[in-house]
Protein backbone atom coordinates (compact mmCIF):
# COMPACT_ATOMS: atom_id res chain seq x y z
CA UNK A 1 0.00 0.00 0.00
CA UNK A 2 0.96 3.48 -0.44
CA UNK A 3 1.09 7.00 1.92
CA UNK A 4 0.45 10.33 -0.18
CA UNK A 5 1.64 13.69 0.61
CA UNK A 6 -0.38 16.33 -0.72
CA UNK A 7 -0.35 20.27 0.41
CA UNK A 8 -3.54 21.48 1.60
CA UNK A 9 -3.35 24.86 1.01
CA UNK A 10 -1.32 27.35 -1.72
CA UNK A 11 2.17 25.33 -1.42
CA UNK A 12 5.40 25.85 0.00
CA UNK A 13 3.43 24.23 3.11
CA UNK A 14 7.13 22.23 3.97
CA UNK A 15 6.05 18.86 2.36
CA UNK A 16 9.40 17.50 1.95
CA UNK A 17 10.56 17.65 5.27
CA UNK A 18 7.61 15.31 5.97
CA UNK A 19 8.46 12.64 2.87
CA UNK A 20 11.87 12.94 4.33
CA UNK A 21 11.08 11.91 7.80
CA UNK A 22 8.94 9.38 6.11
CA UNK A 23 11.32 8.21 4.15
CA UNK A 24 13.37 6.66 6.52
CA UNK A 25 10.56 3.89 6.47
CA UNK A 26 9.85 3.26 2.58
CA UNK A 27 11.09 1.48 -0.16
CA UNK A 28 9.72 3.64 -2.90
CA UNK A 29 9.47 7.44 -3.55
CA UNK A 30 7.57 8.60 -6.45
CA UNK A 31 6.52 12.14 -7.61
CA UNK A 32 3.20 11.91 -9.58
CA UNK A 33 2.28 15.10 -11.09
CA UNK A 34 4.16 19.29 -11.94
CA UNK A 35 7.73 19.98 -13.02
CA UNK A 36 10.85 21.59 -11.49
CA UNK A 37 8.16 24.63 -10.50
CA UNK A 38 8.10 22.81 -7.01
CA UNK A 39 10.60 23.35 -4.41
CA UNK A 40 10.66 21.20 -1.40
CA UNK A 41 14.00 22.04 1.55
CA UNK A 42 15.02 19.70 3.20
CA UNK A 43 17.74 19.92 6.20
CA UNK A 44 19.84 16.74 7.31
CA UNK A 45 22.85 16.55 9.51
CA UNK A 46 22.61 20.23 8.94
CA UNK A 47 22.88 20.18 5.37
CA UNK A 48 20.21 21.75 2.95
CA UNK A 49 18.73 20.31 0.31
CA UNK A 50 16.42 21.71 -2.14
CA UNK A 51 14.53 19.57 -4.62
CA UNK A 52 12.59 21.03 -7.21
CA UNK A 53 11.97 18.26 -9.81
CA UNK A 54 13.59 14.98 -8.02
CA UNK A 55 11.71 13.16 -5.23
CA UNK A 56 13.00 14.37 -1.45
CA UNK A 57 13.37 10.56 -1.00
CA UNK A 58 16.82 10.63 -2.71
CA UNK A 59 18.12 11.97 1.19
CA UNK A 60 17.45 8.43 2.28
CA UNK A 61 20.29 6.14 0.43
CA UNK A 62 18.03 3.01 0.49
CA UNK A 63 14.79 4.47 -0.91
CA UNK A 64 14.09 4.05 -4.74
CA UNK A 65 12.72 7.50 -6.32
CA UNK A 66 10.71 7.61 -9.21
CA UNK A 67 9.88 10.65 -11.49
CA UNK A 68 6.58 9.49 -12.64
CA UNK A 69 4.68 9.76 -15.74
CA UNK A 70 2.60 12.73 -14.65
CA UNK A 71 5.51 14.66 -14.54
CA UNK A 72 6.94 17.28 -17.17
CA UNK A 73 10.86 17.04 -17.16
CA UNK A 74 13.45 19.66 -18.23
CA UNK A 75 16.16 17.71 -18.76
CA UNK A 76 18.91 20.45 -18.75
CA UNK A 77 17.49 21.01 -15.09
CA UNK A 78 17.11 17.19 -13.97
CA UNK A 79 20.90 16.70 -14.73
CA UNK A 80 21.68 20.18 -13.08
CA UNK A 81 19.83 19.52 -9.53
CA UNK A 82 21.16 15.98 -9.85
CA UNK A 83 24.83 17.11 -9.50
CA UNK A 84 23.76 19.87 -7.05
CA UNK A 85 22.54 17.11 -4.28
CA UNK A 86 24.98 14.75 -5.14
CA UNK A 87 28.20 17.68 -4.56
CA UNK A 88 26.53 17.39 -1.12
CA UNK A 89 27.00 14.00 -0.62
CA UNK A 90 24.23 12.00 -1.66
CA UNK A 91 24.28 9.28 -4.21
CA UNK A 92 21.69 8.48 -6.52
CA UNK A 93 23.24 5.88 -8.29
CA UNK A 94 20.57 3.24 -9.17
CA UNK A 95 18.26 4.43 -7.51
CA UNK A 96 16.73 7.31 -9.42
CA UNK A 97 14.23 6.58 -12.52
CA UNK A 98 12.27 8.75 -14.87
CA UNK A 99 8.87 7.30 -16.47
CA UNK A 100 9.67 6.65 -19.88
CA UNK A 101 6.03 8.44 -20.36
CA UNK A 102 6.83 11.87 -18.88
CA UNK A 103 6.59 14.79 -21.52
CA UNK A 104 9.80 17.04 -22.47
CA UNK A 105 9.92 20.80 -21.32
CA UNK A 106 12.02 22.44 -23.61
CA UNK A 107 13.52 25.44 -23.64
CA UNK A 108 11.30 26.53 -26.11
CA UNK A 109 8.60 25.61 -23.52
CA UNK A 110 10.16 27.97 -21.58
CA UNK A 111 10.45 31.16 -23.74
CA UNK A 112 6.76 30.29 -24.34
CA UNK A 113 5.89 30.61 -20.59
CA UNK A 114 7.62 34.46 -20.08
CA UNK A 115 5.50 35.34 -24.28
CA UNK A 116 2.71 34.52 -22.45
CA UNK A 117 2.96 36.32 -19.57
CA UNK A 118 4.05 39.27 -21.36
CA UNK A 119 0.86 39.19 -23.21
CA UNK A 120 -1.37 39.00 -20.77
CA UNK A 121 0.58 42.06 -18.97
CA UNK A 122 -1.41 43.18 -15.71
CA UNK A 123 -3.63 39.84 -15.78
CA UNK A 124 -0.06 37.90 -15.60
CA UNK A 125 -0.32 34.70 -13.42
CA UNK A 126 2.94 35.14 -11.71
CA UNK A 127 4.57 31.62 -12.97
CA UNK A 128 7.90 30.79 -12.29
CA UNK A 129 8.50 30.77 -16.24
CA UNK A 130 10.01 27.33 -15.82
CA UNK A 131 7.92 26.17 -19.27
CA UNK A 132 5.72 23.94 -17.21
CA UNK A 133 2.00 25.30 -18.23
CA UNK A 134 3.14 25.44 -22.09
CA UNK A 135 4.35 21.43 -21.56
CA UNK A 136 1.52 20.98 -20.50
CA UNK A 137 -0.61 22.71 -23.14
CA UNK A 138 0.89 20.49 -26.10
CA UNK A 139 0.34 17.63 -23.89
CA UNK A 140 -3.31 18.34 -24.01
CA UNK A 141 -3.03 19.27 -27.74
CA UNK A 142 -1.36 16.01 -28.54
CA UNK A 143 1.32 18.05 -30.10
CA UNK A 144 3.93 17.53 -27.04
CA UNK A 145 6.99 14.79 -26.96
CA UNK A 146 7.33 12.30 -24.29
CA UNK A 147 10.71 11.11 -22.66
CA UNK A 148 9.99 7.78 -25.03
CA UNK A 149 10.41 9.56 -28.48
CA UNK A 150 14.06 11.04 -27.33
CA UNK A 151 15.85 7.86 -25.80
CA UNK A 152 14.28 5.49 -28.05
CA UNK A 153 16.36 3.02 -30.02
CA UNK A 154 14.24 1.69 -32.58
CA UNK A 155 15.01 2.32 -36.49
CA UNK A 156 13.64 6.02 -37.40
CA UNK A 157 13.32 6.97 -33.54
CA UNK A 158 15.17 9.85 -34.05
CA UNK A 159 14.00 11.23 -37.38
CA UNK A 160 10.44 10.87 -35.43
CA UNK A 161 11.53 13.39 -32.57
CA UNK A 162 13.57 15.30 -34.95
CA UNK A 163 10.08 16.13 -36.86
CA UNK A 164 8.08 16.29 -33.53
CA UNK A 165 10.68 19.25 -32.20
CA UNK A 166 10.63 21.12 -35.72
CA UNK A 167 6.92 20.99 -35.46
CA UNK A 168 6.91 22.11 -31.95
CA UNK A 169 9.08 24.85 -32.22
CA UNK A 170 6.80 26.14 -35.51
CA UNK A 171 3.94 26.27 -34.13
CA UNK A 172 5.28 28.57 -30.84
CA UNK A 173 6.42 30.68 -33.63
CA UNK A 174 2.96 30.71 -35.14
CA UNK A 175 1.44 31.63 -32.33
CA UNK A 176 3.78 34.22 -30.76
CA UNK A 177 5.59 35.11 -33.76
CA UNK A 178 9.77 35.15 -34.72
CA UNK A 179 11.93 34.74 -31.65
CA UNK A 180 15.79 33.96 -31.04
CA UNK A 181 16.05 29.85 -30.58
CA UNK A 182 18.57 28.22 -32.36
CA UNK A 183 16.65 24.69 -33.32
CA UNK A 184 19.67 23.23 -34.71
CA UNK A 185 21.61 23.58 -32.25
CA UNK A 186 19.02 22.27 -29.62
CA UNK A 187 18.53 19.20 -31.59
CA UNK A 188 22.68 18.49 -31.51
CA UNK A 189 22.02 19.30 -27.75
CA UNK A 190 19.10 16.56 -27.62
CA UNK A 191 21.21 13.77 -29.06
CA UNK A 192 23.70 14.54 -26.46
CA UNK A 193 21.13 14.19 -23.81
CA UNK A 194 19.64 11.26 -25.20
CA UNK A 195 22.26 9.32 -24.16
CA UNK A 196 23.01 10.51 -21.23
CA UNK A 197 19.62 10.94 -19.83
CA UNK A 198 18.52 7.15 -21.46
CA UNK A 199 19.95 5.18 -18.33
CA UNK A 200 17.13 6.86 -16.40
CA UNK A 201 14.52 5.97 -18.30
CA UNK A 202 11.90 3.28 -16.65
CA UNK A 203 8.48 1.80 -17.67
CA UNK A 204 6.94 3.51 -14.45
CA UNK A 205 3.87 1.59 -14.80
CA UNK A 206 5.38 -1.67 -14.32
CA UNK A 207 8.06 -0.36 -11.38
CA UNK A 208 5.29 0.98 -9.63
CA UNK A 209 3.01 -2.21 -9.83
CA UNK A 210 5.91 -4.19 -8.96
CA UNK A 211 6.05 -2.38 -5.48
CA UNK A 212 3.06 -2.54 -4.91
CA UNK A 213 2.14 -5.85 -5.83
CA UNK A 214 5.38 -7.33 -3.62
CA UNK A 215 4.13 -5.57 -0.32
CA UNK A 216 7.07 -2.71 -0.51
CA UNK A 217 6.02 0.66 1.09
CA UNK A 218 5.59 3.30 -1.66
CA UNK A 219 5.54 6.94 -0.39
CA UNK A 220 4.27 9.70 -3.22
CA UNK A 221 5.19 13.13 -2.89
CA UNK A 222 2.54 15.99 -4.63
CA UNK A 223 3.93 18.82 -5.57
CA UNK A 224 2.48 22.39 -5.28
CA UNK A 225 -1.14 22.26 -3.65
CA UNK A 226 -4.61 22.18 -3.95
CA UNK A 227 -5.70 25.51 -3.91
CA UNK A 228 -3.44 25.80 -7.31
CA UNK A 229 -5.05 22.56 -9.07
CA UNK A 230 -6.47 22.60 -12.48
CA UNK A 231 -9.90 22.32 -11.68
CA UNK A 232 -10.70 23.06 -7.91
CA UNK A 233 -7.86 25.62 -7.47
CA UNK A 234 -8.09 29.41 -7.73
CA UNK A 235 -8.28 29.04 -11.56
CA UNK A 236 -6.71 30.85 -13.51
CA UNK A 237 -3.80 31.36 -10.67
CA UNK A 238 -3.05 27.54 -10.86
CA UNK A 239 -0.48 25.72 -11.89
CA UNK A 240 -1.15 22.94 -14.98
CA UNK A 241 -1.91 20.20 -13.30
CA UNK A 242 -3.95 18.38 -11.23
CA UNK A 243 -2.21 18.66 -7.69
CA UNK A 244 -5.07 17.00 -5.54
CA UNK A 245 -5.38 12.98 -4.61
CA UNK A 246 -6.86 12.40 -8.26
CA UNK A 247 -3.27 13.72 -9.90
CA UNK A 248 -2.02 10.60 -7.84
CA UNK A 249 -3.72 7.99 -9.74
CA UNK A 250 -3.07 9.75 -12.93
CA UNK A 251 0.22 10.93 -12.71
CA UNK A 252 1.54 7.31 -11.14
CA UNK A 253 -1.22 5.01 -13.36
CA UNK A 254 -2.22 3.68 -9.70
CA UNK A 255 -5.59 2.50 -8.61
CA UNK A 256 -7.53 4.27 -5.55
CA UNK A 257 -7.32 1.13 -3.50
CA UNK A 258 -3.58 0.79 -3.44
CA UNK A 259 -3.31 4.28 -1.29
CA UNK A 260 -3.88 3.69 2.61
CA UNK A 261 -2.72 6.83 3.79
CA UNK A 262 -3.40 10.65 2.52
CA UNK A 263 -1.62 13.47 4.77
CA UNK A 264 -2.33 16.59 4.05
CA UNK A 265 0.39 19.00 4.84
CA UNK A 266 -1.33 22.80 6.49
CA UNK A 267 1.18 25.34 7.41
CA UNK A 268 -0.05 27.04 10.86
CA UNK A 269 -0.77 29.91 8.64
CA UNK A 270 -1.11 30.90 5.02
CA UNK A 271 1.29 32.07 2.36
CA UNK A 272 0.69 32.39 -1.78
CA UNK A 273 3.41 32.83 -4.43
CA UNK A 274 2.29 34.78 -7.00
CA UNK A 275 -1.24 36.55 -8.37
CA UNK A 276 -4.54 35.96 -7.32
CA UNK A 277 -6.38 36.23 -4.43
CA UNK A 278 -5.69 35.43 -1.17
CA UNK A 279 -8.95 36.54 1.89
CA UNK A 280 -6.16 36.17 4.86
CA UNK A 281 -3.57 37.52 3.48
CA UNK A 282 -2.19 40.54 5.93
CA UNK A 283 -0.47 43.46 4.42
CA UNK A 284 0.90 44.76 7.42
CA UNK A 285 3.13 44.00 10.27
CA UNK A 286 1.76 40.72 11.04
CA UNK A 287 2.14 39.40 7.23
CA UNK A 288 5.90 41.07 6.98
CA UNK A 289 6.24 39.45 11.07
CA UNK A 290 5.32 36.04 9.21
CA UNK A 291 7.53 36.57 6.06
CA UNK A 292 10.06 37.43 8.57
CA UNK A 293 10.51 34.92 10.87
CA UNK A 294 9.00 32.28 8.32
CA UNK A 295 11.84 33.00 6.16
CA UNK A 296 9.41 33.21 3.19
CA UNK A 297 11.01 33.21 -0.17
CA UNK A 298 10.04 30.95 -2.98
CA UNK A 299 12.71 27.65 -3.06
CA UNK A 300 12.61 27.55 -7.24
CA UNK A 301 12.05 31.37 -7.65
CA UNK A 302 13.31 33.02 -4.21
CA UNK A 303 10.25 35.48 -4.68
CA UNK A 304 8.88 36.86 -1.40
CA UNK A 305 5.95 35.13 -0.34
CA UNK A 306 2.99 36.98 0.53
CA UNK A 307 1.70 35.96 4.04
CA UNK A 308 -1.96 35.93 6.13
CA UNK A 309 -3.44 33.89 8.59
CA UNK A 310 -4.19 30.16 8.70
CA UNK A 311 -7.48 29.98 6.37
CA UNK A 312 -9.55 27.30 7.71
CA UNK A 313 -12.25 27.43 4.79
CA UNK A 314 -9.59 26.79 2.45
CA UNK A 315 -7.75 23.58 4.75
CA UNK A 316 -11.50 22.46 5.31
CA UNK A 317 -12.23 22.41 1.26
CA UNK A 318 -8.84 20.56 0.49
CA UNK A 319 -9.58 18.18 3.52
CA UNK A 320 -12.92 17.45 1.80
CA UNK A 321 -11.48 16.90 -1.64
CA UNK A 322 -8.50 15.10 -1.25
CA UNK A 323 -9.77 12.84 1.86
CA UNK A 324 -7.17 13.07 3.73
CA UNK A 325 -6.70 10.72 6.86
CA UNK A 326 -3.88 13.35 9.19
CA UNK A 327 -2.79 16.09 8.71
CA UNK A 328 0.74 17.63 8.96
CA UNK A 329 0.67 21.09 10.79
CA UNK A 330 4.33 22.52 10.21
CA UNK A 331 6.38 25.63 10.96
CA UNK A 332 4.04 26.07 13.85
CA UNK A 333 7.05 27.79 15.70
CA UNK A 334 6.88 30.95 13.36
CA UNK A 335 3.56 31.53 15.61
CA UNK A 336 5.62 32.13 18.85
CA UNK A 337 5.84 35.89 18.87
CA UNK A 338 2.81 36.52 18.57
CA UNK A 339 0.02 37.93 21.73
CA UNK A 340 -3.00 36.99 19.21
CA UNK A 341 -4.13 34.52 16.41
CA UNK A 342 -6.28 34.61 14.14
CA UNK A 343 -8.15 31.75 11.94
CA UNK A 344 -10.42 32.18 9.03
CA UNK A 345 -13.35 30.24 9.63
CA UNK A 346 -15.85 31.37 6.95
CA UNK A 347 -16.41 33.68 4.55
CA UNK A 348 -19.51 36.19 3.61
CA UNK A 349 -20.75 37.52 0.73
CA UNK A 350 -23.42 40.22 0.33
CA UNK A 351 -24.95 39.44 3.66
CA UNK A 352 -24.55 35.60 3.13
CA UNK A 353 -22.48 32.79 5.35
CA UNK A 354 -20.48 30.43 1.90
CA UNK A 355 -20.90 27.14 2.61
CA UNK A 356 -17.58 26.02 -0.01
CA UNK A 357 -14.19 27.58 -0.94
CA UNK A 358 -16.25 29.89 -4.06
CA UNK A 359 -15.48 29.23 -7.88
CA UNK A 360 -15.25 32.64 -9.04
CA UNK A 361 -12.84 34.49 -7.76
CA UNK A 362 -15.01 38.08 -8.56
CA UNK A 363 -16.54 36.67 -5.10
CA UNK A 364 -13.49 35.38 -3.77
CA UNK A 365 -11.79 39.10 -3.82
CA UNK A 366 -14.78 40.53 -2.08
CA UNK A 367 -15.62 38.24 0.46
CA UNK A 368 -15.28 39.16 4.06
CA UNK A 369 -13.62 36.62 6.19
CA UNK A 370 -14.86 35.65 9.53
CA UNK A 371 -11.88 35.31 12.12
CA UNK A 372 -11.67 33.70 15.77
CA UNK A 373 -9.57 34.95 17.54
CA UNK A 374 -6.71 32.28 19.92
CA UNK A 375 -4.35 33.41 22.45
CA UNK A 376 -0.42 32.64 21.17
CA UNK A 377 1.65 31.51 24.04
CA UNK A 378 4.29 33.52 23.68
CA UNK A 379 7.47 31.39 23.90
CA UNK A 380 9.59 29.30 21.94
CA UNK A 381 8.29 25.81 21.05
CA UNK A 382 11.84 24.81 19.07
CA UNK A 383 13.08 22.34 21.54
CA UNK A 384 9.94 20.55 22.16
CA UNK A 385 9.90 17.05 21.24
CA UNK A 386 6.55 15.36 22.35
CA UNK A 387 3.01 16.72 22.13
CA UNK A 388 2.03 17.09 26.01
CA UNK A 389 5.06 18.90 26.75
CA UNK A 390 3.60 21.84 24.39
CA UNK A 391 1.97 25.18 25.84
CA UNK A 392 -1.43 24.86 26.76
CA UNK A 393 -2.35 27.93 24.07
CA UNK A 394 -0.07 25.93 21.66
CA UNK A 395 -2.71 23.00 22.04
CA UNK A 396 -5.47 24.88 21.94
CA UNK A 397 -4.73 26.24 18.56
CA UNK A 398 -4.65 22.92 17.37
CA UNK A 399 -7.20 21.59 19.01
CA UNK A 400 -9.33 24.02 17.12
CA UNK A 401 -8.06 23.09 13.73
CA UNK A 402 -8.52 19.30 14.12
CA UNK A 403 -12.27 20.31 15.40
CA UNK A 404 -12.89 22.55 12.81
CA UNK A 405 -11.28 20.08 9.98
CA UNK A 406 -12.74 17.21 10.98
CA UNK A 407 -8.95 15.01 10.19
CA UNK A 408 -6.64 14.14 13.04
CA UNK A 409 -3.17 15.83 13.77
CA UNK A 410 -0.51 13.18 13.40
CA UNK A 411 2.76 15.54 12.53
CA UNK A 412 3.61 18.99 14.39
CA UNK A 413 6.57 20.65 12.49
CA UNK A 414 8.66 22.68 14.95
CA UNK A 415 11.38 24.38 13.35
CA UNK A 416 13.32 23.57 9.88
CA UNK A 417 15.89 20.48 10.79
CA UNK A 418 14.99 17.50 10.29
CA UNK A 419 14.48 16.38 14.02
CA UNK A 420 12.30 19.68 14.88
CA UNK A 421 8.72 17.20 14.14
CA UNK A 422 6.60 15.82 16.89
CA UNK A 423 4.80 12.93 15.99
CA UNK A 424 1.51 13.04 17.74
Same mark, same amino acid.
Given at each position: ?109 ? /? ?14 ? =? #? $?? @?? !? %? ?118 ? /? ?14 ? =? #? $?? @?? !? %? ?147
Amino acid at each position: MSTVVIGAQWGDEGKGKLVDILCDKIDVCARCQGGNNAGHTIVVNGIKYDFHMLPSGLVNPDCVNLVGSGVVVHIPSFFSELAAIEDKGLDATGRLFVSSRCHIVFDVHQ /IADGLHEAELSAGALG =T #T $RR @GI !G %PAYSTKATRSGIRVHHLVSQEPGAWEEFESRFRSLVLSFKKRYGEFDYDVEAELVRYKELAEKFRPYVTDAIELMHEALDSKKRVLVEGANALMLDLDFGTYPFVTSSSTSIGGVCTGLG /IPPQKISNIIGVVKAY =T #T $RV @GA !G %PFPTEQLNEIGEELQTVGAEYGVTTGRKRRCGWLDLVVVKYSARINGFTSINITKLDVLDGLEDIKVAVAYHHKGKRLTSFPEDLRVVEQVEVEYVTLKGWKSSIADVKNYNDLPENCKAYLKYIEDFVGCKIGYIGVGPARAAMIEC
